[in-house]
């Protein structure tokens, strides 16, 4: 187990090690790989960064936990994500060549020739804190692994997953990140299509399976019991809720400075074509197999839900393959924390500091320096991963995706607007998450709208009198 494990960590670093060799040792080039990069790797990149760690702990869990109702965060997600694909990405790439800015808050601060240094440096703030909260997240995914399969303390999982991604962004930045990124794919899909392979055999077949679950009440209901509105309006809220979640992917800075690489922006097409065929396939096959772990985890006591797949995976596979599906699990991680930690970066030599920092060894000790941040965070971390994953990714679509849509749409937004619009979208989804109104109604849906609201009074109203 401990072999297979390792075989593939280490194929993963040489891999982004290896990308030294190509690096031109520019900011450009450390942030946005000089926009030179395929859109096949574009599109397996970008999918392994939004299906990270939160997938193979935090998904599992929550489907563990809900059953069948949970297919429609899947459904919600993956179309609104779909959804803000069609006008966003390819718009977002030619603003990125045409600034010339190699961050996320650079571009959008400059969209139509503006230079919104205030927005910038807000935006760079807002960044780093979720950032960071994020990356944490996919390192205690990591260490949760590691306790569950070689019974190491919860720091140590972390701790690899640090070193590991540290080592390969200092290397080649974020071309380091997109090719390990690309090779992770793989393995992600490959453990979790063997694990699922496993686990229906195991109980018989799929019918059988169906049948196992089916003797778990209420485990196969389409909707869960706690909707906030009965009925089909509740069900309909709920899945707009996770259509929103979806669509709030254009508001993650990690994620989308993926598609500022693209070598070509009439190449999108091809980009997207490798994200959907991805994400749909590994989303399916991670939410059978959180519903499997149910059948086969039922007679665990004190059971964390978030540890299923590792729990899972021992009581099934041997340990070779074992070690194949830790691979899988921290390839995942680490294809997220990569992003997370370049971004942070980003964010702070590119868009906080007034006069940026352009020497190459002084973006790598930002990164260093954001790294044991979230090293930090996550050893001090107490939340679950999906709790945690999922307050950052809302947070920060409520505060960018407003701006991000008004933008692409053509419209026009003054500094001070487009600053209203970010704090006023992130503190209604911040409140209602403390308030624990998430669990009816997600809370990036009312932040998003909050801040189209904002826009829409501001153009209606107080643009006319003015």
């Given at each position: 187990?401990?072999?297979?494990?390792?075989?593939?960590?280490?194929?993963?670093?040489?891999?982004?090690?290896?990308s030294y060799f190509f690096s031109r040792r520019t900011g450009s080039d450390y942030y946005i790989a000089s926009r030179s990069i395929p859109a096949w790797l574009v599109g397996l990149s970008?999918?392994?960064?939004?299906?990270?760690?939160?997938?193979?702990?935090?998904?599992?869990?929550?489907?563990?936990?809900?059953?069948?109702?949970?297919?429609?965060?899947?459904?919600?997600?993956?179309?609104?994500?779909?959804?803000?694909?069609?006008?966003?990405?390819?718009?977002?790439?030619?603003?990125s060549s045409d600034s010339n800015e190699l961050s996320y808050a650079g571009v959008i601060s400059h969209w139509h020739n503006n230079r919104y240094q205030l927005l910038q440096r807000i935006m760079a703030v807002v960044s780093i804190i979720f950032l960071l909260a994020y990356a944490s997240a996919q390192m205690v995914a990591g260490g949760k692994a590691l306790y569950v399969l070689f019974d190491w303390p919860s720091w140590a999982g972390a701790a690899i997953t640090a070193f590991i991604v540290m080592a390969y962004c200092l290397a080649g930045g974020i071309r380091a990140s997109i090719w390990t990124d690309a090779a992770q794919s793989f393995v992600m899909i490959i453990a979790m299509g063997l694990l699922l392979f496993t686990a229906i055999?195991?109980?018989?077949?799929?019918?059988?399976?169906?049948?196992?679950?089916?003797?778990?009440?209420?485990?196969?209901?389409?909707f869960p019991d706690d909707l906030i509105l009965s009925g089909s309006?509740?069900?309909?809220?709920f899945c707009v809720g996770w259509l929103f979640a979806g669509?709030?992917?254009?508001?993650?800075?990690?994620?989308?400075v993926r598609f500022m690489t693209l070598n070509d922006s009439d190449k999108m097409l091809n980009a997207r074509f490798w994200y959907y065929t991805w994400f749909i396939l590994f989303y399916f096959i991670t939410s059978a197999v959180?519903?499997?772990?149910?059948?086969?985890?039922?007679?665990?006591?004190?059971?964390?839900?978030?540890?299923?797949?590792p729990t899972m995976a021992i009581q099934l596979l041997p340990p070779a393959l074992v070690g194949l599906v830790l691979a899988g699990m921290f390839a995942a991680t680490m294809s997220t924390a990569d992003s997370l930690i370049l971004s942070c970066s980003a964010s702070l030599t590119h868009d906080l500091i007034p006069h940026r920092l352009e020497k190459v060894w002084m973006l790598k000790m930002v990164t260093v320096l954001m790294t044991l941040l979230a090293l930090a965070w996550a050893l001090l971390n107490t939340q679950s991963v999906f709790s945690l994953?999922?307050?950052?990714?809302?947070?920060?679509?409520?505060?960018?995706?407003p701006i991000?849509?008004?933008?692409?749409?053509?419209?026009?937004?003054?500094?001070?607007?487009?600053?209203?619009?970010?704090?006023?979208?992130?503190?209604?989804?911040?409140?209602?998450?403390?308030?624990?109104?998430?669990?009816?109604?997600?809370e990036g849906m009312l932040g998003i709208l909050t801040g189209l609201l904002l826009y829409y009074v501001w153009n209606k109203f107080l643009m006319i009198k003015n």
């Open positions: 187990m401990i072999i297979s494990f390792l075989l593939f960590l280490g194929i993963f670093f040489l891999i982004g090690i290896s970008a999918v392994a960064t939004n299906n990270s760690g939160y997938m193979f702990i935090g998904v599992i869990g929550f489907t563990f936990t809900t059953g069948l109702s949970s297919i429609w965060l899947m459904t919600g997600w993956i179309s609104g994500d779909f959804l803000a694909s069609l006008f966003v990405h390819s718009r977002l790439r030619k603003a055999n195991s109980l018989g077949g799929i019918e059988q399976s169906y049948i196992e679950m089916n003797k778990i009440e209420g485990f196969l209901n389409w309006i509740g069900m309909l809220l669509l709030s992917v254009i508001g993650q800075p990690h994620i989308m959180g519903m499997l772990s149910r059948v086969h985890l039922s007679g665990v006591a004190d059971f964390d839900a978030e540890l299923a797949l994953v999922i307050m950052a990714w809302s947070a920060l679509a409520s505060a960018f995706a991000l849509l008004i933008l692409v749409l053509g419209g026009r937004l003054t500094q001070t607007v487009a600053i209203s619009m970010l704090f006023a979208g992130m503190f209604v989804a911040i409140i209602w998450r403390l308030l624990n109104l998430h669990l009816y109604v997600y």
